[in-house]
């Protein structure tokens, strides 16, 4: 296992910003992956041969190059101490080189950037020509970097050459080659797989601070899904409220997240309530789930049918209307049962309504989380206690069958709403949402102990590095979270 330790200062630095000497420290301590030693034909310039490191792997293969076998035997003390001395060849050669890095700007053509940067209109149009045969220059986006070379050569700078990332863990390069032609190419960034460790605490929102942490937007996404039944992100998290993520992914070599993976584990405490599920997948099933430390999955399922001894009357769907006469869709169930039955809070929440609403008569709707609300009509009564703003567990008697509102006869009017729509309560998919059991929990338990190793691991890394960062007088970037 190739475990690259992940640190949040490298990610939350500003785009455009390179920790090299800090990437080059990380990457010499823990086996560098050799130094890309590329051999310059470019422009008739460029004769050195020279290393791309951390601080230059944006525009590796400009200039073109080839891979040597030779170097990336070297040791990593060695390789370091090429890199300084091949950096300093290259910066050398490249004094001869004038550099512009541009932003592409709203509707503007890759040669419109060219002639912006000073190129002239002939060079611009070659160059843009040759990119079109690895790259369809539509597709640059405003703000995306484009990084610009002149040649300067007895007082006229002539294009030399230019790069930008086409995508991520991709660049375009264009060289202007002896003939005085360009020529493209794209050239495939190196990335390595780690496991990322972010821990912190919510700062503005938990969304930012997973960001600054080096999460993506996909991962938050994951974390979201993970949290659907139980967190409401809106109401529920507060600055402050500690959090912890375990995700895999590829990174360039900046430390740059180039793809990330699955999420693997995820923490996230609000309200004084802890919470954490692993993601695990049981043999059989066809894509993994999430459970607690105890082998219970994280589909707090909303019971189907939130009262007891109940009949179910009217389902989901289109139907005649008993009071209205005309069809229409029926968005919840029905359950008839006597008046007084008591009616339970389908899951955890919070109240949200307990008051006559219209023809639903005495009305309770719960919200379970940012994903997931139940509502309840017909009450007779409301149970003591409940009013909006209350929290109660699944379980929780809320009320009492009655027949208030339109009705025919006593029974319960049951909706369940995803995302605020009305879904059909009797798809929700109870029969996934299961608890571990035997074998499968024994798998279950050997994961588990996986990652919590890899949480170990990490956490003591980063306590490792916040030691050094308080240690350090002049190191004022301590983890702020
Ligand atoms: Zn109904």
């Given amino acids: 296992m190739n475990v690259i330790p992940y640190r949040r200062e490298e990610n939350a630095a500003p785009a455009g910003s390179r920790p090299a000497a800090d990437a080059r420290k990380l990457g010499a301590a823990q086996g560098a992956p050799p130094p890309r030693w590329l051999v310059a034909v470019g422009a008739g310039v460029l004769t050195a041969t020279l290393a791309i490191g951390g601080f230059w792997s944006w525009n590796a293969g400009l200039f073109d190059g080839i891979t040597s076998g030779e170097a990336s035997r070297r040791a990593a003390a060695a390789a370091l101490e090429e890199r300084r001395a091949a950096h300093e060849a290259f910066t050398s050669v490249y004094s001869g080189q004038e550099h512009q890095s541009l932003e592409v700007g709203r509707g503007e053509s890759l040669a419109r950037i060219l002639t912006r940067a000073g190129a002239s209109p002939a060079d611009a149009g070659a160059a843009t ?54 020529t493209a190419r794209e050239v495939i960034m190196p990335t390595r797989f780690e496991i990322a460790h972010v821990s912190g605490a919510v700062a503005e929102s938990l969304y930012e601070s997973a960001l600054a942490g080096g999460a993506t937007d996909g991962i938050i996404s994951q974390m979201t899904e993970v949290f659907g039944y139980d967190v409401d992100f809106q109401r529920d998290v507060r600055p402050g409220d500690p959090f912890e993520l375990v995700f895999g992914r590829r990174i360039d070599e900046n430390g740059e997240t180039v793809i990330a ?80 039955t008591p009616i339970l ?88 949402g299961r608890n571990l059991e035997g074998e499968e929990l024994a798998m279950f338990l050997q994961e588990k102990a996986r990652i919590d190793r890899i949480r170990e691991m990490r956490g003591q890394e980063e306590a490792a590095v916040e030691q050094e960062a308080i240690a350090g007088a002049a190191a004022p970037a301590a983890r702020r979270m």
């Fill in 261 to 340: 993976g699955e999420l693997s584990y995820v923490s996230l405490t609000t309200r004084g309530q802890f919470r954490e599920y692993y993601r695990f997948m049981a043999p059989g099933d066809r894509q993994p789930e999430w459970y607690d430390a105890q082998g219970r999955s994280a589909r707090k399922f909303l019971m189907k049918t939130p009262i007891n001894g109940a009949r179910l009357s009217s389902g989901f769907g289109m139907r005649r209307h008993p009071i209205q006469g005309y069809n229409r869709m029926h968005r919840g169930t029905d359950f008839a049962a006597r008046t007084g």
């Fill in 345 to 432: 809070a389908a899951g955890d929440g919070v109240i949200q309504r307990a008051s006559w609403f219209g023809g639903y008569g005495n009305y309770v709707r719960i919200r379970h989380s940012s994903q997931y609300d139940t509502a309840y009509g017909h009450m007779s009564r409301f149970a003591r206690g409940i009013r909006p703003g209350v929290r109660v567990r699944q379980g929780q008697v809320i009320g009492y069958v009655g027949s208030t509102g339109q009705s025919t006869g006593p029974h319960l009017h049951y909706e369940v709403f995803h995302r605020g729509r009305q879904i059909n309560p009797m798809t929700l998919r109870v029969a996934t």
């Fill in 129 to 182: 020509t040759s990119v079109a045969a690895v790259f369809d220059p539509r597709r640059l986006r405003p703000g995306m970097p484009v990084n610009v070379y002149f040649h300067r050569d007895e007082g006229e700078a002539q294009l030399a050459g230019l790069a930008f990332r086409a995508e991520p863990g991709a660049t375009v390069t264009v060289n202007r080659i002896a003939t005085g032609a360009f």
